[in-house]
Structure formats: structure tokens, C-alpha cells
């Protein structure tokens, strides 16, 4: 492992076993108990029973009630926006009218409950059905529920959220002027309620003063992702698309304004895109969803956990990385399997050297049941039982690392009697056997243990709250990360690793310190003496900003290949489902035959650094902001300045504005100076559309607002805005075109008639 080459090879792993958690195969037959060679998914599988009673996730005379509780589909769950305005008025539908009327049904059923708050969650704002997915599309008498859920869910009021996938939010403590990394992030639930967070405890302010930068490897879904968070409507967020593990530095050392700041603003720029919390939901073989996804009991096996091990840990490395010193960090899974959760966290332990702590976090969401993490584990693999990494070594099993044992040893640096084994490794010569040395029995060997304090990681089993399955581990960064060995994984003369470069690098940052602290004693020059104690301080920084720099250059590489595949296969020439600024976007192209349009477009796409996506450029064409300012007489304190991105070049052939905070700004600015490191695929709020009717492209100002966008520009607007009685407002959504005249508040039409040719804003007035 280790390098680019196993992180492809990861990913195809990754690609492979995500299959067993989201599509069902095509071939398989329908689900129509009708259908005679329908079969319902075979919901045991007796490897997994072997593997998971041997790991004690849940004590013996627990087993059969997790195992029943595994076979019976998920409850729905769901949580309603906190930052919506109808918030309260979902809350009181569902506490008043839906846990009454829905209450025959589930005694029918035989459930008490037919709908009920989780009680862990923070003001009663998320909920669990008591019906399956199935129940509710299939009968009748929920239609009106499920109806009420789909249209909510359609309007961004409620989200349909796994109720233990809305808990590692929960223990980040994100406050509203954060900066938030969610480095795995599709298809969006949590970046959606990282935003809802951030957004609700900012309590009404203009704007949150933090952001989520939410990133994913896979295009695709980042565009559901895109979607998924466009229902929030927010200018608080970037979504990039990188590998978590490379995600790129953005280190500047020049401190450089794109013309718009102020000097007093410059000053306060970021000079490194380092976040306040990070949010590693890695991927993982996702046995944590089995009620959910039946499928993956036929499919699962022992070793899948292993084969993605290594990616967890390089994910969650960089996440710390890129985390600022006093921040803290939630690494999450969806699997049950101690080598995708303990070993991780173990290993980031001990490559952290005491600069990350793993947090106590009992007192917290104390309603919330959840099993203290394990100390003590094993490794299968193809069908054995491996205790210790020393039995691996005996069966030559290569995709097997020392990290994924409870000790983490290997054993070869113990010995005095070493040799070097293929890969360059030291091996104490004992303990070469031949491959076809068999371990008889579990029982005969010795069981490892772990010393970190791993019970303060949490597992949340299915039968204890009628839940899927999470492990989730909060992470607290004390200090800057050491340069650390990867003593793991290293294949001899490579720099494969991010910590083999911290390695490399921190040697050549301590051979300058040595040299200077030499000269400096020869020659008493108190000022190299200063330089090398400061040098030493920076060692670690030092070898991180070089890693960094290395690492984004073959990120790119890589980068570019997937922009070059997903512009074959059409997905980034889409203009995407939601809109939402995509790299995509084709507004240069407007109005132009199809292969004009591509050329433009590749034109536009090779001023980006990234292949296949157009870049982000501020918008600053004074004309066109005056003409929008004037038009809509925008008060002047609207922070407009610098606030406005969009993808195309061309003024003139600007088809949609978009808004970003202060806080994505920043990030913009910073990514600009560092050279475009951020491959950004959506970010800002569209907040301004060229017209495209005839009537719209003669009115003095071509641009119209976008409802999305309205919100947020709504306080700010001072004319072509009119107030509507309930009965003209309803009149406006009936017809067409209605004479001004034939409004019922004649004052109403009056006023309409004195607008502007071109885009207005019709607020409903409070009816009695
Ligand atoms: C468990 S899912 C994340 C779920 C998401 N946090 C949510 O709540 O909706 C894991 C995600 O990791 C992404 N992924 C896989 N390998 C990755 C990598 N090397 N870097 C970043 N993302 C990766 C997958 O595309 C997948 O969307």
C-alpha cells in the first residue's frame, strides 16, 4: 500500500464494496413477492456470524437479540431544518396531529409508538418513524404521512436521515463562525446538517461568519450532494472534489488583495485553509447498514474491513493535518468492524504522538446509548484468525499491516536476531515459517491488547435504540503534528506516504537545525542560534507545507484524470440537476450552435488549473453591479463587494451571479494566491439570472433576482418590491396576466403599474 498506486488500487477496493452497500444488482430479480422467482434477501450469512462473535462487539447472551434486530428493516427517521421558518409549525404537526392519527395503525402493527422525537437529539428536532420505508409507500392510511414527508423533504424543511448517521455532527461542537471540513461528504446528509448548524446558532445574523467546505472523490456524487444541500440555499458553503487523503494545503506566504479589500481586511486574510472542525465519514464496507440494505448479508465477508483499512487511516491523517491546533475532529464510520474503527483510531494515536487526543465524550448527548469502544480485536483474513501481526508474517499475508492489531507491533523491531524480509523489513528470523504453517485453534494464541484508551470511542449497536449501526470517535488536536515514521507501511528507498514524507522531510529540517546549531556554537552568532530554534519549532510545519506541495502536485495528476473521464462521460458538460454553480455551468455558451459552444467552453476550462471545470472568477463589472444596485435601490450596507463569483470571463455572456459569505470568500481569495489548488464544483448562492423573455432583456436591468437568492438580499431591497393583500397575492399565483386595474386593492395596482419594466418582488402581506 502506500503511494498513488494503492491509493487507486484502494479506491477500486472502495468502488467494489460500495456496490454492496447501495445497488442492488440489475440481474437480481424484482422485488414482487408475486413474481415466483422473487426471493427475499437471505438475511444471515455465517461468516459474519463467526467473525462478529469472535470480535465480542456485543456480549454472548446479547447475540441473538442484535441478530433479530439486524433482520428487521430500519425505521424511518428524519429531522426537521432548524433554520427553517416553518420549523415550529412541523414540529407541532407531528407532536399534535400526526402522533395521534398514526397511533391505530402502529398498535395494528404492534408497535406502541407509532412516531417519536429521538430523545438525544438536541429540541426535539429529529424523529424516528416507527414504520419502514416499505410500510410507509405501500399502505394507504400513511399516505397523508408520507405524502407530508416527501413534500417537506422536497422543500428543505425536513431531511430524511439513518438516525445514528445524524450523531457524529452532533459531538463536532460546531459553533457559527467555524470552518468546517467534511472531507467524505456525498451525498451530503451531514455537510446539510453542519450547515443547519451553523446557520441556527447563528440566530437570525445576515450571514454565519463560518462555512463548510465539503468534499468527496466521486463527481457524481458530489452533484447529488449539490442537490441535496441547494434546498438549504446557502452562500456558506464550497464542495470540492479531491481525494480526503490529498486534499490540497492552500499554504500562501504572499498576503495579496484581489483589489476589492480594504487594507484593514487584508490584513486579517487567512494565509493557510485550516479548519476549526473536520468531519472524516470515511468510507467503509458499511455492515452498519445491513437493516437498510439487506444486500450486503449475502455479499459481506471477513475481509473487507482490511482492504480499506489503510485508506481510513490516510484520510483521517490529513484530516487532522489540515485541522487547527485547539480544533477538534469526528472520525465516523457505518461499519461494525474494529479494524475500519478501533485500529484507525489506534494508529492516529500513535502516529499523533500525544499532539491529538481521543476526547471523553460520556457527558455528552447523555440519552444517546452507545458502547464503549474495544480495546482488544483480531484480524481474519481469507479465513484465518490472525491475534497479532507476528501471525501474519508467519502465512506471508501481505495485505495485512501491523496497524490493524490491537498493539499495533511489529514485531521485527523487537528482536536482536533481525534479517530483512522481501519488502525491505526486518524479520526475526524465528518467526520465518513457511506459508503453508496453519494456526489450529483461536485459543492456543496469545490475544493482544490495546493501551490507548479506546473505550472512549463509541459504538452504537442496532438492538440497544432500534438503530443502524455507527462507530464515531472525537478527536481533540492539542498541538502541531509531529513528523512521524510510518514504520507500517514503508517499502525501502519509496517516499510512498504522506508520513513518510513528514519523514523525509522533518531529517532534512533537523540536518539544517544541526548544522546550524554547530556553526552557532563554533561560532557564538547568537542569530543563527535563533534561526535554528525557530527552524526546530517549524519542523513539523516545514514538513507539512513540502508534504503538502508534493502531495497537491500528484493530486492534480490524478485529478485531472477523473475530470478528463467524467467530461467523457458527459457528466460535467451537464448543466447539473440542481443548478447549483457546477463546474458545468455553460453560461459563455448561450445562444451559440453546439460546437461554438464547446470550443468556448474548453477555451474557458483551460484557464482553469483543472481540467473540465471552469474557474471561479469574482464578478466585478461595476456596470452591471450599479444597473442591479439601482434597479432594486440595494441599501448600500449589503456587503456586495467581493461577494460575487461566477464561471465565465465574459461579462457580457454572465448568465448567473452568484453570492458567497465573507467566510467562502476568504477561502476564494486564498485559493487564487496559492494557484487554484481547490478543485471547487459548486459554490456560492445564485443570486442574480440574466432575463432570457423578450420583455426581460429590454427592461433597464437585465438581471433578475433569483428566488433562491432572494432571502438573503430581501431586507436590503428598496424598490421594484411591493406588499400584496392574501387576495391579490392569490390572484398574482392564479392568472397569468391580471390588468392592474382588476387588483382588488386598487392602491396595490396602482403601484404595480408605476414599476419598472422588468423583475419585482411581491411580498404577501399578514392576512387577519
Ligand atoms: C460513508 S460515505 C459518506 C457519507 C456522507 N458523509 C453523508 O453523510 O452523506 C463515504 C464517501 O466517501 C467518498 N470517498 C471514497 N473514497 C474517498 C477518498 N479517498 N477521499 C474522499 N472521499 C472518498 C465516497 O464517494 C462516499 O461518498
Excluded at 461568519?209 to 441535496?228: E, F, S, T, Y
Excluded at 489506534?346 to 460520556?362: F, K, N, P, W, Y
Excluded at 484508551?453 to 435504540?465: E, N
Aim: charged share 25%; glycine share 6%.
Amino acid at each position: 500500500m502506500g503511494g498513488r498506486r494503492g491509493s487507486r488500487t484502494q479506491r477500486k477496493h472502495f468502488k467494489q464494496s460500495r456496490e454492496n452497500v447501495w445497488k442492488r444488482p440489475k440481474t437480481e430479480s424484482s422485488s414482487d413477492p408475486n413474481n415466483p422467482a422473487w426471493q427475499p434477501f437471505a438475511t444471515q450469512n455465517p461468516s459474519f456470524d463467526e467473525y462478529y462473535k469472535e470480535q465480542r462487539i456485543v456480549s454472548p447472551e446479547e447475540w441473538d437479540a442484535f441478530m433479530e434486530m439486524l433482520r428487521k428493516p430500519l425505521p424511518a427517521a428524519f429531522r426537521i431544518n432548524a433554520t427553517s421558518q416553518f420549523c415550529e409549525d412541523i414540529r407541532s404537526q407531528l407532536a399534535n396531529d400526526f402522533m395521534k392519527s398514526l397511533q391505530a395503525e402502529a398498535i395494528e402493527g404492534g408497535d406502541l409508538e407509532p412516531i417519536k422525537p429521538l430523545p438525544w437529539y438536541p429540541d426535539n428536532l429529529a424523529w424516528q418513524s416507527n414504520f419502514s420505508r416499505m410500510q410507509l409507500r405501500k399502505n394507504q392510511t400513511l399516505e397523508r404521512f408520507h405524502e407530508f414527508l416527501k413534500l417537506e423533504t422536497e422543500i428543505g424543511n425536513i431531511s430524511r436521515q439513518e438516525a445514528v448517521s445524524m450523531v457524529p455532527p452532533l459531538f463536532l461542537d460546531v459553533r457559527p463562525d467555524h470552518f468546517v471540513l467534511d472531507v467524505c461528504a456525498a451525498p451530503g446528509s451531514k455537510t446539510f446538517q453542519l450547515l443547519e448548524i451553523i446557520y441556527h446558532s447563528a440566530k437570525g445574523r445576515f450571514l454565519p461568519d463560518g462555512m463548510v467546505l465539503a468534499n468527496d472523490l466521486d463527481v457524481q456524487r458530489c452533484n447529488l450532494l449539490i442537490h441535496q444541500t441547494k434546498r438549504m440555499c446557502t452562500a456558506n458553503l464550497i464542495v470540492t472534489n479531491h481525494e480526503g487523503q490529498h486534499f490540497p494545503g492552500c499554504r500562501s506566504h504572499k498576503n495579496i488583495s484581489n483589489g476589492s479589500e480594504t487594507t484593514n481586511n487584508l490584513e486579517q486574510s487567512i494565509t493557510q485553509l485550516l479548519f476549526d472542525r473536520v468531519l472524516c465519514d470515511v468510507p467503509c464496507s458499511g455492515d452498519g447498514t445491513l437493516r437498510k440494505a439487506p444486500d450486503i448479508w449475502r455479499k459481506w465477508n471477513g475481509g473487507m474491513g482490511n482492504g480499506l483499512h489503510c485508506l481510513q487511516i490516510h484520510i483521517a491523517m490529513r484530516g487532522l493535518s489540515l485541522l487547527k491546533v485547539g480544533g477538534r475532529m469526528v472520525y465516523s464510520t457505518c461499519s461494525m468492524n474494529p479494524v475500519e474503527n478501533e485500529a484507525v483510531v489506534a494508529e492516529i494515536l500513535r502516529r499523533c504522538g500525544g499532539s491529538v487526543e481521543l476526547v471523553d465524550v460520556s457527558n455528552e448527548l447523555p440519552q444517546l446509548i452507545r458502547r464503549p469502544g474495544l480495546t482488544k480485536w483480531k484480524v481474519r483474513d481469507k479465513g484465518v484468525w490472525l491475534p497479532s501481526y507476528k501471525d501474519a508474517r508467519k502465512l506471508q499475508r501481505n495485505g495485512i499491516v501491523p496497524s490493524m492489531f490491537p498493539s499495533g507491533k511489529n514485531y521485527a523491531d523487537l528482536t536482536n536476531n533481525n534479517q530483512k524480509s522481501e519488502n525491505g523489513e526486518s524479520v526475526n528470523a524465528e518467526d520465518v515459517v513457511q506459508p503453508d504453517d496453519t494456526i489450529s485453534s483461536i485459543d492456543d494464541l496469545e490475544e493482544e491488547v490495546s493501551d490507548l484508551p479506546l473505550q472512549r470511542c463509541m459504538r452504537i449497536v442496532p438492538h440497544d435504540q432500534n438503530t443502524g449501526a455507527f462507530f464515531i470517535a472525537v478527536l481533540h488536536k492539542v498541538s502541531h503534528l509531529p513528523a512521524i515514521p510510518d514504520k507500517s507501511s514503508t517499502s525501502q528507498g519509496k517516499l510512498s506516504t504522506r508520513s513518510e514524507l513528514y519523514e523525509n522531510l522533518s531529517d532534512q529540517a533537523t540536518e539544517e537545525i544541526n548544522g546550524l546549531e554547530v556553526s552557532s556554537v563554533d561560532g557564538a552568532d547568537e542569530k543563527i542560534l535563533e534561526v535554528a530554534s525557530k527552524a526546530e519549532e517549524n519542523i513539523s510545519e516545514m514538513a507539512l507545507e513540502a508534504a503538502d506541495e508534493k502531495i497537491s502536485e500528484e493530486t492534480s495528476e490524478v485529478d485531472e484524470k477523473i475530470s478528463e473521464v467524467a467530461l467523457e462521460a458527459d457528466l460535467v458538460d451537464d448543466e447539473p440537476a440542481g443548478g447549483a454553480p457546477e463546474s458545468n455551468s455553460s453560461e459563455a455558451a448561450d445562444k451559440k450552435t453546439d460546437s461554438a459552444k464547446t470550443g468556448e467552453k474548453r477555451k474557458l476550462q483551460i484557464q482553469s488549473k483543472w481540467k473540465g471545470v471552469d474557474p471561479v472568477l469574482f464578478f466585478q463589472d461595476e456596470t452591471i453591479i450599479n444597473s442591479i444596485k439601482t434597479f432594486y435601490g440595494i441599501d448600500e450596507s449589503f456587503p456586495f463587494t467581493g461577494h460575487l463569483v461566477t464561471r465565465n470571463k465574459d461579462a457580457n455572456h454572465v448568465k448567473r451571479i452568484y453570492y458567497v459569505s465573507k467566510s467562502v470568500k476568504d477561502v476564494l481569495d486564498l485559493n487564487f494566491r496559492v494557484g487554484q489548488q481547490l478543485k471547487i464544483t459548486s459554490v456560492g448562492l445564485k443570486m442574480f439570472e440574466r432575463q432570457s423573455s423578450r420583455e426581460g432583456s429590454s427592461a433597464p436591468c437585465s438581471f433578475r433576482i433569483s428566488s433562491e437568492g432572494l432571502p438573503v438580499i430581501l431586507p436590503y431591497i428598496t424598490k421594484q418590491i411591493l406588499y400584496a393583500s392574501p387576495a391579490d397575492f392569490k390572484h398574482l399565483l392564479q392568472y397569468k396576466s391580471i390588468k392592474f386595474a382588476d387588483f382588488v386593492d386598487a392602491d396595490f395596482g396602482q403601484k404595480a403599474a408605476d414599476l419598472m419594466l422588468g423583475c419585482c418582488v411581491i411580498v404577501l402581506r399578514e392576512g387577519k
